[in-house]
Antibody, heavy 122, light 108 residues
């Protein structure tokens, strides 16, 4: 059974760096075709794709946020980490991580974590 | 702004059929996936690879695509189908992904 769980700070101040961790189980981050993505959703607004990392360490970023985002994975710890620099109150959102597979889901996010709400406020 | 455009809101009478659409140039090349999100919950994949259903998704959900438009059809809408629906696909570069703005479905 594939599961993902996000963790992160309960509050971040403007200009700080936000670090989010996605801990996965039921699959390996090194399995061919696997991808883990990050998606966020500000309160009352739409989903926004942020970044994705593939099993082979190929990394993709939203062009709008690329300069502020870094995605990495630690296969031994079953974790994918997303960092966002210089946060602003507009970055207040629920952040989700999700599993995908190039072949079995044709890149769709088939399993999602429960999400973690991150407020950005001074 | 999103490269995928959805109607903000759609309504359907209980038991009737409703189509939710997603428009974007990238859909001429790349398939769309569809996600259902109920209040306070994480999104759930309902259609992928243009028209495939994950296990556990009722067969009243179906997907199709023509030209620059992808569609999610719910045949025989039920009260529990009331939710926000998002499409997702690759952007015009093919190297990134983008979600549509979402459609709020009301079942009357």
């Amino acid at each position: 059974q594939i599961t993902l769980k996000e963790s992160g700070p309960t509050l971040v101040k403007p200009t700080q760096t936000l670090t989010l961790t996605c801990t996965v189980s039921g699959f390996s981050l090194s399995t061919s075709g696997v991808g883990v993505g990050w998606i966020r959703q500000p309160p009352g607004k739409a989903l926004e794709w942020l970044a994705l990392i593939y099993w082979d360490d190929d990394k993709r970023y939203s062009p709008a946020l690329k300069s502020r985002l870094t995605i990495t994975k630690d296969t031994s710890k079953n974790q994918v980490v997303l960092t966002m620099t210089n946060v602003d109150p507009v970055d207040t959102a629920t952040y989700y991580c999700a599993h995908s597979h190039i072949a079995t889901t044709t890149d769709a996010f088939d399993i999602w974590g429960q999400g973690t709400m991150v407020p950005v406020s001074s | 702004s999103s490269e995928l455009t959805q109607d903000p809101a759609v309504s359907v009478a209980l038991g009737q059929t409703v189509r939710i659409t997603c428009q974007g140039d990238s859909l001429r090349i790349y398939s769309a996936s569809w996600y259902q999100q109920k209040p306070g919950q994480a999104p759930v994949l309902v259609i992928y690879g243009k028209s495939k259903r994950p296990s556990g998704i009722p067969d009243r959900f179906s997907g199709s695509s023509s030209g620059n438009t992808a569609s999610l059809t719910i045949t025989g809408a039920r009260a529990e189908d009331e939710a926000d629906y998002y499409c997702k696909s690759r952007d015009s570069s093919g190297n990134h992904w983008v979600f549509g703005g979402g459609t709020k479905l009301t079942v009357l």
